[in-house]
Structure formats: structure tokens, C-alpha cells
């Protein structure tokens, strides 16, 4: 329905003339008339307040579709750091309410994490912000340091903190429901290694080796993480070493195999590693990632201008590869070139 013919319709709902509803957003009676006859579109800064006075969302007065809404409500979480409350509230109604319609339940429920995230994400920069300064207020005291862990994901010394049993716990059970498919294999896999339980990673490894898509490759780098968990770095180093006589050029090993070195502090191989990866990718547009690995390895070593400078290549590569004009990734990319060419 046009925008115009939704107006009218709502105007007649709420008992409202052209006059009346022209008063009360502060306009002349003559702009309703031309709204409802499509000579002219109300300003966006109106929107607002219209819907605030039929008593629905500014979604509604176009008449779109749930497909519609739902993609909306995922284009302003990408291009927006934070949403108004009452912007949360109306999106988080909408989706829950989704979630008895059995076409859009897949898609509300991704959105519903998708919008708590966000939030979190907005809320975790507040705590960070907060705890810092207390900390540099009271740095012999421990009060917002575990705060602080949380919000950015810091690393925490209490082992019954640390370690990821729930989460081993839940992709446990995922495998067990899904036994064909291979990302929660590798979820769990990743998770057992973070907690050095190596022999459970290692006997699940035969059943993700079996799935028909499996790349060889993934095998044989958790086999060299397996025997890092072991503490066994040269038989890890051996493996990798093998795999890249093997698959000198493979996309695949290349990245693999740079995440390897970067855990291991071998940075100059890394970062080699990483922009080989980079640079035989033949997807497009290509992904950030190694980019991004880059740049947090020149920060780690204080070559703040080779940081900045990587970052400038994300902004490229967003802008020319991506296409993207506006958007979250793209604003958090600009930041962390302006602040590394000040620390430069």
C-alpha cells in the first residue's frame, strides 16, 4: 500500500480529520491532503511522530512485508553501533512475535540473537569505558577487573573460570543430534583444545575426517593442535611443515597455517603466511581476516604506522571490493586507522 493510502487508512481509525492530525504534528492541513492524494511525501523527520500517533511502527505506515521488516531491522544493526530503546523495544516485539509463524522462525530467531548481540556489544563498550577508569582510579583493587574480563573477553587466571566445559557440553550434544555435519565438530574440536583435552579432540577427529566435506587440510592442522595441547610442538611444527611441502599455493593451508605461527608469536612467518593467503584468494569480494590479523600484529609489536596503514587497506578493500558506504564494519575500521596514525 502506498504511504499516502496508509495515512488515510489510519487517520480514519484513530477518528482523526486532515485538520486534526495536521495540528497535532504542527503542520497545515493542506500537507495531510497532499500526503493522502500522493502529491507529496511527508518529510522523514515526521515519521516518527505520525507513528507515535496512530500507535504503530514507523514500519507499518509502509505497509511491509515481515521478509521486508526482518531485512530492515538487519540493514540498520549493520550500519547503526547502537539502536534507540524504543527502537529495540519495537524490533524485539516484532521478532518474537515472528516466532509462531513457522516460515519466518529460523530467520526471527537468528535476528533476536542478532539484536541482543548488538546491544551487548554497546553495553560491553560502556562497561569497558567505566571499568577502565576505575581501575586507573583504584589499581590496587580487583572490584571492576572481572567486569572488565567479560566486556572485552581479557584473560582470566581462575581455571574454573576460564575453561569452556558449557560449551564443550553443548556442541557435545550438537554433534550427537547432527551427526552429518561438520561445523559442530569443529566447534567442539576447538573448544576441547582450548582447554588442552586432547585425547577427546583426538578421538573425535576419525568422525570429522569421514564427513564427505571435510577438506584434507583441517584434518591435518588439528592434528599439529592436537599436539600442541600435548605440549608437542615439534611434532606440531612437523606436521605443518608437511602439509606446506604438500600445498604450497592452497588458499586453505595458507591461512591455516598463518593462524598457526601467529599462536606460536612467529610473526614474521605469519604475517607472510597471511598475505600469501591473501593474495591467492579467488573469492570475491574477499574477506578481511587476514588483513585484520595483520594489523593486530603490527600493533602487538608497536609499528603502530604498519597497523594504521593495514587498517587503510581493510577501508579499501570494504569500500572497493564490498561496496560498503555506511556501515558498522566499516565505521569501526575507520576508528582503528585514525587511532593508530595518532599513536604513530
Same mark, same amino acid.
Request: hydrophobic letters at 35%; glycine letters at 6%; a negative charge.
Given at each position: 500500500m502506498e504511504?499516502?493510502?496508509?495515512?488515510? *487508512?489510519?487517520?480514519?481509525?484513530?477518528?482523526?480529520? *486532515?485538520?486534526? #492530525?495536521?495540528?497535532?504534528?504542527?503542520?497545515?492541513?493542506q500537507a495531510v491532503s497532499k500526503w493522502e492524494n500522493a502529491a507529496s511525501m511527508p518529510d522523514i523527520a515526521l515519521l516518527p511522530r505520525l507513528a507515535e500517533i496512530f500507535g504503530v511502527s514507523i514500519d507499518d505506515l509502509f505497509d511491509l512485508t515481515a521478509v521486508q521488516r526482518m531485512n530492515r531491522i538487519e540493514n540498520r544493526m549493520d550500519i547503526e =553501533?547502537?539502536?534507540?530503546?524504543?527502537?529495540? $523495544?519495537?524490533?524485539? /516485539?516484532?521478532?518474537? %512475535? &515472528?516466532?509462531? =509463524?513457522?516460515? +519466518?522462525?529460523? $530467520?526471527?530467531?537468528?535476528? !533476536?540473537?542478532?539484536?541482543?548481540?548488538? $546491544?551487548? &556489544?554497546?553495553d560491553a563498550r560502556r562497561v569497558g569505558t567505566y571499568a577502565k577508569e576505575a581501575i586507573r582510579t583504584a589499581p590496587g583493587e580487583k572490584t571492576c577487573q572481572w567486569m572488565l574480563n567479560m566486556a572485552e573477553g581479557h584473560a582470566v587466571w581462575d581455571w574454573n573460570l576460564a575453561n569452556h566445559h558449557k560449551a564443550i557440553d553443548f556442541y557435545r550434544q550438537l554433534v550427537k543430534d547432527n551427526p552429518g555435519v561438520r561445523l559442530p565438530y569443529a566447534w567442539l574440536i576447538d573448544n576441547l583444545l582450548a582447554d588442552h583435552r586432547a585425547d577427546e579432540a583426538e578421538a573425535l577427529l576419525p568422525q570429522y575426517a569421514a564427513l564427505p566435506d571435510v577438506n584434507p587440510i583441517l584434518v591435518e592442522v588439528y592434528r599439529a593442535h592436537i599436539a600442541l595441547a600435548r605440549y608437542d610442538e615439534p611434532a606440531a611444527d612437523r606436521i605443518m611443515e608437511q602439509l606446506g611441502e604438500q600445498y604450497?599455493? /592452497?588458499?586453505?593451508?595458507?591461512?591455516?597455517?598463518?593462524?598457526?605461527?601467529?599462536?606460536?608469536? /612467529?610473526? /614474521?612467518?605469519?604475517? +607472510? #603466511?597471511?598475505?600469501? +593467503?591473501?593474495? !591467492?584468494?579467488?573469492?570475491?569480494? $574477499?574477506? &578481511? =581476516?587476514?588483513?585484520?590479523?595483520?594489523?593486530?600484529?603490527?600493533?602487538?609489536?608497536?609499528?603502530?604506522?604498519?597497523?594504521?596503514?593495514?587498517? %587503510?587497506?581493510?577501508?579499501?578493500? #570494504?569500500?572497493?571490493?564490498? %561496496?560498503?558506504?555506511? =556501515?558498522?564494519?566499516? *565505521?569501526?575500521?575507520?576508528?582503528?586507522?585514525?587511532?593508530?596514525?595518532?599513536?604513530?
Open positions: 504511504l499516502g493510502k496508509k495515512i488515510r *487508512q489510519l487517520r480514519g481509525k484513530a477518528a482523526l480529520t *486532515q485538520e486534526q #492530525l495536521a495540528e497535532r504534528i504542527g503542520i497545515g492541513a =553501533d547502537e539502536l534507540p530503546q524504543e527502537v529495540f $523495544r519495537e524490533y524485539e /516485539d516484532f521478532l518474537k %512475535g &515472528q516466532l509462531q =509463524d513457522e516460515t +519466518s522462525h529460523k $530467520r526471527a530467531t537468528e535476528l !533476536l540473537a542478532y539484536l541482543y548481540w548488538h $546491544r551487548m &556489544q554497546a604450497p599455493d /592452497d588458499f586453505v593451508y595458507l591461512f591455516e597455517a598463518a593462524q598457526y605461527y601467529a599462536r606460536k608469536c /612467529d610473526y /614474521d612467518r605469519a604475517i +607472510s #603466511l597471511y598475505e600469501r +593467503s591473501f593474495a !591467492l584468494e579467488t573469492r570475491r569480494p $574477499r574477506y &578481511q =581476516d587476514e588483513l585484520m590479523a595483520i594489523a593486530e600484529i603490527c600493533e602487538i609489536r608497536g609499528d603502530y604506522r604498519g597497523a594504521a596503514d593495514t587498517w %587503510g587497506r581493510i577501508v579499501e578493500l #570494504l569500500e572497493g571490493e564490498w %561496496g560498503i558506504t555506511e =556501515d558498522v564494519e566499516l *565505521q569501526h575500521a575507520k576508528r582503528e586507522q585514525a587511532r593508530l596514525l595518532m599513536k604513530a
